[in-house]
């Protein structure tokens, strides 16, 4: 089956959808963007991503280009002419199409491009990494700071990842002043004596929305959190580690620089955390 994708308010089979070279995501990775995953053909976390959407609209000075209806119904009929059951709905709204290569923004008359597509995954959540568990490398996190908006500017996590699987690993985390940021698609926890530690909020990683969630979920059922940042060697020393984001949920990581986290495999808080996740969130899906 062709895909059907979104352009600028059409739908159209994969290989007719066109987008400017001179437009500002393509030149100037001037663009934000978001991922939902999608389960029993239902929307995960969704209020939450069109938040962000707005925050990170608001901080480059991009206008919303939709309502919140429309995204939802767009994201709705894009699920629809998909058959998507579980996969990912993957939306970006770039400044648009200037008609030239020009270091300053356009006019804010511009209208912004806007892009969704699907990706199929059957048995996203049913996955043989979440048994397993990930290892992941460190590397030194040299990304700009506002790393807090989510930019098409993926670059060097897309490095990152290309370094983890050169070694054999299978994702990376990222590290500067000695102290862990995040994974180079995801937020990064440890777990020390049935604790929760996460770095909090700021510039400095990506406001998850699955983090916000998860925190809700470990709260609610009692879990202790703590929000500080934590160095590599305390990763290396804890009980277990894990990480989130809307592709992997809740995945486990068993190993960080080759040193094995407990036993090597899935540690019960971040097993229980998935459960959890998956169940909550599939009844709130929309
Ligand atoms: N990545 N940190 C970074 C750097 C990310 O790119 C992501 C998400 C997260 C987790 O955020 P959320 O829970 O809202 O998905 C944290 C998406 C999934 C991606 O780029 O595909």
Known sequence: MTRTVY????????????????DRAFLMADGVYEVTSVLGGRLIDFPGHLARLQRSLDALEIRNPLSDEDWLAVHREIVARNGIEDGLVYLQVSRGNPGDRDFA????????TVVLFTQSKPGLADSEQARTGIRV?????????????????????????????????????????????????????????????TRGLSTDILHGITRAAVLRFAREAQMEIEERPFTLEEAMAADEAFVTSASAFVMPVVAIDGVALGDGRPG????????????ESRKAAI
């Open 7 to 22: 352009v600028n308010g059409d739908y159209l089979p994969e290989d007719e959808a066109k987008v400017s070279v001179f």
């Open 105 to 112: 923004y356009p006019s804010a008359d511009t209208p912004p």
């Open 137 to 197: 490398v460190s590397i030194p996190d040299i990304r700009w700071g506002r790393r807090d908006i989510k930019t098409v500017q993926l670059l060097y996590p897309s490095m990152g990842k290309m370094m983890a699987k050169k070694v054999g690993a299978d994702d990376a985390w990222m590290v500067e002043d000695g102290l862990v940021t995040e994974g180079t698609s995801n937020n990064a926890y440890i777990v020390r004596g049935g604790k929760i530690i």
């Open 268 to 279: 019960p808080v971040a097993t229980r955390l998935r459960e959890i996740y998956l169940d």
